[in-house]
């Protein structure tokens, strides 16, 4: 059964950094595409950035492009998403989710491509 498990939200002012983590568990994620999505209040769920677990590309929403880092660790099967110069616009519930086994790329932007979810982590910047 396959698990992704986020971790790191939390309150930070504007300007600030966040480190989020998504733990995977449950199969082989190397034919995958792991993504960040995020939604907040009152808006729909929309695509961060993603990852291919193999070869490390990576692809980005615009709003977040130079201020925002996703990277995996293979050995603790785990993507992060290093967020910088956070503003209060990027507020919002940040999901980890995963696509596969896939061979598309640039990853697909639409969640409901995605087959698997965490269950979500608070991210609040204040300004």
């Known amino acids: 059964q396959v698990q992704l498990v986020e971790s790191g939200g939390g309150l930070v002012q504007a300007g600030g950094s966040l480190r989020l983590s998504c733990a995977a568990s449950?199969?082989?994620?190397?034919?995958?595409?792991m993504g960040w999505f995020r939604q907040a209040p009152g808006k729909e769920r929309e695509f961060v950035a993603a990852i291919r677990w193999s070869g490390g590309m990576t692809y980005y929403t615009d709003s977040v492009k130079g201020r925002f880092t996703i990277s995996r660790d293979n050995t603790k099967v785990t993507v992060h998403l290093q967020m910088n110069s956070l503003k209060p616009e990027d507020t919002a519930v940040y999901y980890c989710?995963?696509?596969?086994?896939?061979?598309?790329?640039?990853?697909?932007?639409?969640?409901?491509?995605?087959?698997?979810w965490g269950q979500g982590t608070q991210v609040t910047v204040s300004s």
């Open positions: 449950g199969r082989t994620f190397s034919t995958y595409a």
């Open positions: 989710a995963a696509d596969g086994p896939t061979t598309r790329w640039p990853p697909s932007r639409r969640d409901q491509d995605y087959d698997y």
